[in-house]
């Protein structure tokens, strides 16, 4: 095996690892879909990396990690794939609307399944509940968060 294919291996299994354990904690960190459930993880994970818990510590934890890594962790971090239903929730809070999105083709969705994803998710006190004020795009349902809705 050359080292391409070596290195190409291991950028493959890191991101796996990564992916796995923000999965397998991101429900740890409350109050969930926030900011704060964000910055806890990344605390937890710079001090478990050992780094200072200081502001210049996390500062180079997460300049280490650079933006590529620390965007995808946020994205895991920020979704649901919800298998059974063959649906996905995508809410992270630094965007204005919650998205829920079929995983595979041909997959119904409308509001009223919407509405289920986002309450088995615990999603419905960060959105606006009148359901006029949600969009039906193509395959895409778009739900106002309430910290951004006017």
Not at 4 to 33: C, M, N, Y
Request: hydrophobic share 50%.
């Amino acid at each position: 095996m050359d080292s391409a294919d070596a290195t190409g291996l291991q950028a493959t299994l890191f991101d796996f690892a990564i992916g796995e354990l923000v999965k397998q904690h991101r429900e740890s960190f409350q109050p969930l879909w926030t900011v704060d459930s964000w910055v806890k993880l990344l605390i937890w994970l710079s001090l478990n990396c050992g780094c200072s818990g200081h502001e210049a510590g996390m500062a180079r934890f997460v300049e280490a990690l650079g933006s590529t890594v620390t965007t995808r962790m946020r994205r895991v971090f920020f979704e649901r794939e919800l298998e059974d239903l063959d649906l996905q929730v995508m809410a992270d809070p630094a965007e204005q609307q919650v998205l829920v999105l079929p995983m595979g083709p041909g997959v119904p969705l409308d509001l009223d399944r919407a509405a289920a994803v986002i309450e088995q998710v615990q999603l419905q006190d960060h959105v606006v509940a009148d359901r006029v004020r949600w969009q039906q795009l193509d395959a895409v349902v778009a739900v106002p968060r309430l910290e951004t809705a006017v």
